[in-house]
């Protein structure tokens, strides 16, 4: 009879292959199911990293064709697309090898196959080779199994004129036109990519503003610079109908004006993921979801003794990072270890857009909303002097605080390497720190991150270069 594991994990992405390694560091005996062909869930092979190779790729093609204002003559520079799918493979490979090798270094035993709860401590597993169930005895189990796009009732994904996240990563050519439906992080990276190598893009969002979930100030000076490259926005409308067009596709949608129909080669449905939370034996257990989802405690315990749940099938941020913290959190409390519950006002929000979209912390409504008296201060990137260098000066900073006690509550970027430079800010929360300590902290210049000294200094009402 096998030995009985301290731990099995149902999923292999950022949350479940995280969580597998921190076992192993941790002396568990450990084993992780995953159904796809590799680890490394949805964030590696289907969102995450695929995504942001092609946003590298569009970038770096429209820098290049700017290169002349920068005294580099560069003649007719053209997007190759083929070689730019092939080094988002390459780039998606490596990261999969990388996560096979973090299993064997901490002796994580790695079954490939659907996994399924079916009794207190047992796990069976459908291997995908040759079909044959094997159970694993554990004494804990965490469920990982992440999500899957999801699409409106009236608009049927079909992979050829009407695509979801998945199979566009998977287009043979770039589309002459196309229409993205839904305008949230997903969403505003693929207009972005397709806007830069060429296509004709149009946003679709119900609500009134992009990156519904972001801070106001920074939708709008993100519309602002959509419309600058020319990106077409509908927002607060509504679509009635998805059917084919002379163009492709024709999308009908109730709009602030009326009634309106746009066309275009391709669609993109973008509004969203919902919880893989079939299939997992769920049925087995005394585990009842709540709109979809998997119910927790604050380190990450179901209604079920000793299994767990992280990542997209809880409520909360399906973000590749709060699964990975939320899968050491679990692990570490079934070791034993002191633990401490996840701050989810803490969560940074990053969108790889161009210009790039990040924010942690409360934005300003939030933060009244919940009885701050609050400040605030907005400086300009174009005020950044290594963003004028790269002609790059156009963005944004928002600093929240709130008066009394001087805690800066939320920050919020829209701008170039916005994503990179919000560390700083991540850091500022977990401290508690002040936006005078935030001001008053010698930044290096010229440097792009001298926009968060400005912005604390802005908000204090103390500022120099504007």
């Given at each position: 009879?096998?030995?009985?594991?301290?731990?099995v994990?149902?999923?292999?992405?950022?949350?479940?292959?995280?969580?597998a390694?921190?076992?192993?560091?941790?002396?568990?005996?450990?084993?992780i199911?995953?159904?796809?062909?590799?680890?490394?869930?949805?964030?590696?092979?289907?969102?995450?990293?695929?995504?942001?190779?092609?946003?590298?790729?569009?970038?770096?093609?429209?820098?290049?064709?700017?290169?002349?204002?920068?005294?580099?003559?560069?003649?007719?520079?053209?997007?190759?697309?083929?070689?730019?799918?092939?080094?988002?493979?390459?780039?998606?490979?490596?990261?999969?090898?990388?996560?096979?090798?973090?299993?064997?270094?901490?002796?994580?035993?790695?079954?490939k196959?659907?996994?399924?709860?079916?009794?207190?401590?047992?796990?069976?597993?459908?291997?995908?080779?040759?079909?044959?169930?094997?159970?694993?005895?554990?004494?804990?189990i965490?469920?990982?199994?992440?999500?899957?796009?999801?699409s409106?009732?009236?608009?049927?994904?079909?992979?050829?004129?009407?695509y979801?996240?998945?199979?566009?990563?998977?287009?043979?050519?770039?589309?002459?036109?196309?229409?993205?439906?839904?305008?949230?992080?997903?969403?505003?990276?693929?207009?972005?990519?397709?806007?830069?190598?060429?296509?004709?893009?149009?946003?679709?969002?119900?609500?009134?503003?992009?990156?519904?979930?972001?801070?106001?100030?920074?939708?709008?000076?993100?519309?602002?610079?959509?419309?600058?490259?020319?990106?077409?926005?509908?927002?607060?409308?509504?679509?009635?109908?998805?059917?084919?067009?002379?163009?492709?596709?024709?999308?009908t949608?109730?709009?602030?004006?009326?009634?309106?129909?746009?066309?275009?080669?391709?669609?993109?449905?973008?509004?969203?993921?919902?919880?893989?939370?079939?299939?997992?034996?769920?049925?087995?257990?005394?585990?009842?979801?709540?709109?979809?989802?998997?119910?927790?405690?604050?380190?990450?315990?179901?209604?079920?003794?000793?299994?767990?749940?992280i990542?997209?099938?809880?409520?909360?941020?399906?973000?590749?990072?709060?699964?990975?913290?939320?899968?050491?959190?679990?692990?570490?409390?079934?070791?034993?270890?002191?633990?401490?519950?996840?701050?989810?006002?803490?969560?940074?929000?990053?969108?790889?857009?161009?210009?790039?979209?990040?924010?942690?912390?409360?934005?300003?409504?939030?933060?009244?909303?919940?009885?701050?008296?609050?400040?605030?201060?907005?400086?300009?990137?174009?005020?950044?002097?290594?963003?004028?260098?790269?002609?790059?000066?156009?963005?944004?900073?928002?600093?929240?605080?709130?008066?009394?006690?001087?805690?800066?509550?939320?920050?919020?970027?829209?701008?170039?390497?916005?994503?990179?430079?919000?560390?700083e800010?991540?850091?500022?929360?977990?401290?508690?720190?002040?936006?005078?300590?935030?001001?008053?902290?010698?930044?290096?210049?010229?440097?792009?991150?001298?926009?968060?000294?400005?912005?604390?200094?802005?908000?204090?009402?103390?500022?120099?270069?504007?």
């Amino acid at each position: 009879m096998a030995d009985i594991l301290d731990v099995v994990i149902i999923g292999s992405g950022p949350g479940g292959y995280v969580a597998a390694i921190r076992a192993g560091q941790l002396g568990l005996k450990t084993a992780i199911v995953e159904r796809d062909k590799r680890l490394g869930g949805t964030c590696l092979h289907r969102g995450c990293i695929p995504t942001k190779s092609l946003l590298w790729t569009a970038e770096l093609f429209a820098h290049i064709q700017e290169a002349a204002e920068f005294g580099i003559d560069l003649k007719s520079p053209a997007i190759n697309w083929a070689a730019a799918m092939k080094h988002k493979t390459k780039v998606v490979t490596a990261g999969a090898n990388g996560i096979d090798y973090l299993m064997k270094k901490n002796k994580v035993q790695v079954l490939k196959g659907q996994g399924r709860i079916v009794g207190k401590g047992k796990v069976e597993v459908t291997l995908t080779e040759g079909g044959a169930k094997q159970t694993l005895e554990t004494k804990n189990i965490v469920i990982a199994t992440g999500s899957v796009p999801k699409s409106l009732p009236n608009v049927k994904v079909d992979h050829k004129a009407v695509y979801n996240s998945d199979s566009i990563l998977e287009i043979a050519e770039i589309p002459k036109s196309i229409i993205v439906l839904g305008a949230g992080a997903v969403g505003c990276e693929f207009a972005s990519v397709f806007n830069h190598v060429g296509s004709e893009t149009t946003l679709v969002e119900y609500f009134p503003h992009l990156l519904p979930i972001e801070d106001e100030e920074a939708s709008k000076e993100l519309e602002k610079q959509f419309k600058r490259r020319k990106i077409g926005l509908e927002l607060s409308a509504r679509v009635e109908k998805v059917e084919p067009g002379g163009k492709g596709v024709k999308v009908t949608m109730t709009t602030p004006s009326g009634p309106k129909t746009i066309e275009a080669q391709i669609l993109l449905s973008a509004v969203g993921r919902a919880p893989v939370t079939e299939d997992v034996g769920l049925e087995k257990t005394n585990i009842k979801l709540e709109k979809g989802f998997i119910p927790v405690d604050d380190f990450m315990r179901t209604t079920e003794p000793h299994v767990y749940a992280i990542g997209d099938v809880i409520p909360g941020p399906m973000l590749a990072h709060v699964a990975s913290a939320e899968g050491v959190l679990a692990v570490e409390h079934i070791a034993g270890k002191e633990v401490h519950p996840i701050n989810y006002d803490h969560t940074p929000s990053a969108t790889y857009c161009y210009p790039e979209v990040a924010s942690v912390g409360l934005t300003e409504k939030k933060a009244k909303e919940r009885g701050y008296d609050v400040k605030t201060g907005i400086f300009p990137f174009s005020a950044i002097t290594k963003a004028k260098i790269s002609e790059e000066g156009f963005g944004m900073i928002k600093v929240v605080s709130e008066k009394k006690y001087d805690e800066v509550l939320g920050v919020h970027m829209v701008g170039p390497h916005a994503t990179e430079l919000l560390a700083e800010a991540c850091i500022a929360l977990r401290l508690e720190t002040t936006t005078e300590e935030l001001g008053r902290t010698m930044h290096a210049h010229p440097t792009l991150s001298e926009i968060m000294k400005e912005g604390a200094e802005m908000t204090l009402g103390t500022p120099i270069h504007v």
